[in-house]
């Protein structure tokens, strides 16, 4: 690890989303933050150089999805391996979810995290707490110690709530003290399925989660959301039906902000394949219609954020029958790529591809972050020193063997995509060099 104080990043192409800026331009950065774009002074001595010629340098990115297995997996040593593969993934700043174990209801857990990952002095880590005590669905949890402790919001996971009454009540609670709630659309009843409901699920005997199991939850929480005045986050949308709801709540007025996994942007149902349990995911590939309605509500900010939804898991657990393996694929080192793989593939503006990876999910965390540490997801004068340094020319073939992560199991294993992050800068510190 890198620990000079004074650097210059030479020749890029500079883009900061969340200003407009699109200039190629050096960038020098110094204790921690970002001194000079493109009129460097001439006192500015770096005392590290790195060449960016014919990269893209853009803000660290902010990935609101992330399980880094700990607490729970500390034997594994599964946060250092997490937290290397955001690093090889450009991703500075990750949100990651309560369903740990054990759960993330208590304020000593969370600290015990937060101290980790900061001795670690790698991705800045965002806990969310979770919303109900054991993540059971029955008491609330301490949301004010939580909050004392480092959480940026309240969230269920991958645990649906049947209990509209917890919900109503944790809607309330978080509304008087303005904490934002995470959820992620999904009816407890008909969401119990393991493929997308469909000609597919049915021809190979999948049991089916419908699209109604994610619109009728949205018309639940929307009311809600009416009745407490609360803010709301949606997590990982995965059908048409839902992005037009979206579109209407937001037109309506509603404090609600969403999400979408790269598997939805870019998979469909026909990638399950014969029975490949690493497309075996939560919420499960949906038809066509739905992915395309997906990029188009990406494309014009309907749907705020991209997301990795990264969740190693290990091998015995993937090597079971579809339907009996563990849901969940690796993400981090696949988020910019497949980013940038959208705008090429879709014709999206760049900036508009780099912005769901970097500004907008960091206006999803909200000023409070801000106030703490610093703008994330931004590159500005005075701001943080976290930067991504993109090579959009190189191409990588995604291989079990080559990722960082212990999770190894990707739908997109095998695929060759786009771009390389080539450098990933956090605090003005180089964490990260490319091979």
């Not at 037109?251 to 942007?265: E, R, T, W, Y």
């Not at 997906?294 to 290990?314: E, F, Y």
């Amino acid at each position: 690890m890198n620990t000079s104080q004074t650097l210059l990043i030479r020749g890029g192409r500079v883009i900061d989303p969340a200003s407009g800026f699109d200039e190629k331009a050096d960038l020098a950065l110094a204790n921690g933050a970002v001194v000079a774009i493109k009129n460097i002074p001439s006192g500015f001595v770096p005392t590290l150089t790195l060449d960016a010629t014919g990269c893209l340098v853009l803000p660290g990115l902010v990935d609101l999805a992330v399980r880094l297995r700990e607490p729970g997996y500390e034997h594994a040593r599964m946060l250092e391996s997490e937290m290397a593969a955001a690093m090889a993934g450009g991703v500075t700043s990750l949100v990651c979810q309560p369903d740990t174990d054990p759960v993330l209801d208590e304020s000593g857990l969370v600290e015990m995290l937060r101290f980790r990952a900061e001795k670690l002095q790698q991705a800045r880590v965002y806990p969310l707490g979770a919303l109900t005590q054991g993540l059971k669905g029955d008491v609330l949890s301490e949301m004010v110690e939580l909050t004392e402790a480092g959480c940026v919001a309240f969230s269920q996971a991958e645990v649906a709530l049947a209990n509209t009454q917890v919900v109503q009540r944790a809607l309330q609670y978080a509304s008087t003290f303005g904490y934002a709630v995470w959820l992620r659309p999904q009816d407890a009843y008909l969401g119990t399925g393991v493929a997308a409901s469909g000609a597919l699920a049915t021809r190979m005997g999948l049991s089916g989660v419908p699209v109604m199991a994610e619109t009728i939850a949205m018309h639940t929480i929307f009311e809600l959301m009416r009745a407490t005045g609360a803010r709301v986050h949606l997590c990982r949308i995965s059908s048409a039906a839902g992005v037009e709801l979206v579109r209407q709540a937001k037109a309506d007025g509603l404090k609600l902000s969403c999400d979408v996994s790269i598997n939805s942007l870019h998979l469909t149902d026909t990638d399950v394949g014969y029975f490949d349990s690493r497309a075996r995911l939560n919420p499960p590939l949906r038809q066509q219609r739905d992915r395309d309605a997906l990029r188009a509500g990406l494309a014009d900010g309907t749907i705020d954020a991209l997301v990795s939804d990264h969740t190693p898991v290990d091998d015995d657990a993937k090597a079971l029958p579809f339907a009996q393996s563990e849901p969940g694929a690796t993400g981090l080192e696949l988020l910019l790529s497949l980013a940038y793989k959208w705008h090429q593939d879709s014709g999206v503006d760049l900036q508009r591809a780099l912005s769901t990876v970097t500004c907008a999910p960091a206006a999803v965390l909200g000023n409070a972050i801000g106030t703490r540490q610093g703008r994330t997801g931004h590159l500005a004068v005075g701001g943080l020193g976290d930067v991504c340094v993109f090579d959009p020319a190189a191409a990588w073939t995604v291989q079990a063997d080559t990722l960082r992560s212990q999770g190894k199991h990707t739908p997109f294993s095998g695929y060759e995509l786009p771009g390389h992050v080539r450098y990933t800068l956090v605090g003005g510190r180089v964490v990260y060099q490319a091979v």
